[in-house]
């Protein structure tokens, strides 16, 4: 039996829902679990990083995965893990249209089919060939970045996340990769928590812990998550003083980890987002943001300051990671959600919880959140 871990909201009539707000212990980092989400597409690699004919090897979920793009421009993912005698597959040569693992020869296509075996002699039956498969991952490659799902569903598989706002526009992107030493559970509370922006995200340029707000939001429960609903950004910073009134942004999270984001300009969609979170194994998680912008024209004035924002934002999550990593290592007990502000993070793991158990009853998922206004400072 898994301890359940009851956080009941204090009475207050700003909270747009009077359920008690159960969170199983079970899927919790801290908890029995440990788990990660499956059957669920998770962000790989970005599509300009393979050219035809290529293959990169990643850890993704603790299994070793080869992703490649055939010279057709196909993105494909195998285990990388040789079937004959466990040789890494990437450690052999890829043409285009077979990998070939190093140690014996062996030629697999790209749905990881044994084709060749080498060592058979002439007279020896060469269809015993295709009896060998590595295991393949369904891959798909959205808004240019390449995803491998994981799981063991076939067939019905769930939509990738996609970056908001795009619809009908051409975009020029940049992406940005970082480590984060923990669990994937710890960087999505992270990811979407509100209360650390005045402490971790305090640069000059955009804020500083001083200039605390009221703010109240709407959330709305939306597929594998939610969004909070288009706004406009809160006058922090010396940029969005200038500008912030022409501006409205919406956030969006989905599963398994996966911020989205746009902003708009007087109405028009000038920047989107999505930052995405694929667990290395139970104690890393790699960070994956893609920016998107939609005025071709300004694109090498914008690209190098988009990259140097992320780049800043991003590392100073990355740095708190590290110290609350320090602090993991105690597997101490946690008191993860208080009021509004953690509110983003409970929901996380009750739409974990709910993804589960709807995938292992093979029923459709109810997303287990309410419309909600949250409030709190920050
Ligand atoms: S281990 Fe790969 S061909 Fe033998
Ligand atoms: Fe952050």
């Known amino acids: 039996m898994h301890s359940i871990a009851k956080f009941s909201p204090q009475p207050n009539n700003e909270y747009a829902f009077d359920e008690i707000f159960n969170v199983d212990s079970s899927y919790m980092p801290n908890g029995v679990g440990k788990t990660f989400t499956r059957n669920i597409w998770y962000y790989a690699v970005a599509g300009n990083d393979l050219k035809p004919g290529k293959m990169i090897a990643k850890t993704m979920l603790g299994e070793p995965v080869l992703v490649g793009r055939d010279s057709n421009g196909v993105a494909f993912a195998l285990k990388d893990v040789c079937p004959h005698q466990a040789v890494p597959l990437s450690k052999g040569h890829f043409d285009g249209k077979q990998v070939v693992c190093c140690f014996h020869g062996w030629a697999f296509n790209t749905s990881g089919v044994c084709e060749q075996i080498p060592s058979l002699s002439e007279c020896q039956d060469q269809a015993i060939c295709s009896k060998f498969k590595a295991k393949s991952y369904p891959c798909r490659e959205v808004q240019g970045n390449v995803w491998v799902f994981f799981g063991d569903r076939t067939e019905n598989l769930p939509d990738v996340p996609e970056a908001p706002g795009l619809e009908g526009l051409s975009s020029d992107k940049t992406k940005s990769t970082l480590f984060i030493p923990t669990h994937i559970d710890y960087a999505v509370a992270g990811l979407i928590d509100p209360a650390h922006v005045p402490y971790v995200h305090n640069a000059w340029w955009w804020r500083s812990a001083k200039s605390m707000k009221e703010k109240v939001k709407k959330y709305v429960p939306e597929a594998t ?88 934002f991003l590392g100073q999550d990355k740095r708190i990671a590290e110290m609350q990593e320090i602090g993991l290592r105690s597997n101490p007990k946690l008191s993860m959600f208080v009021k509004d502000a953690g509110m983003p993070g409970a929901w996380y793991f009750q739409l974990k919880k709910e993804w589960s158990e709807s995938q292992s009853e093979g029923r459709a998922f109810e997303n287990p959140i309410k419309e909600s206004v949250l409030r709190w400072r920050s």
Not at 238 to 248: D, P, S
Not at 269 to 284: A, C, K, Q, R, Y
């Open 225 to 312: 998550g939610w969004t909070m609903v288009k706004h406009k950004p809160a006058a922090h910073s010396i940029a969005f003083k200038l500008i912030g009134r022409f501006i409205e942004t919406e956030i969006s999270f989905r599963l398994p980890g996966c911020r989205l984001e746009y902003i708009q300009f007087n109405g028009r969609t000038i920047l989107s987002g999505i930052t995405t979170l694929t667990p290395i194994d139970d104690t890393h998680t790699e960070m994956n943001h893609t920016t998107y912008w939609t005025i071709p024209f300004i694109a090498p004035i914008v690209t190098p300051i988009v990259n140097y924002f992320v780049k800043e």
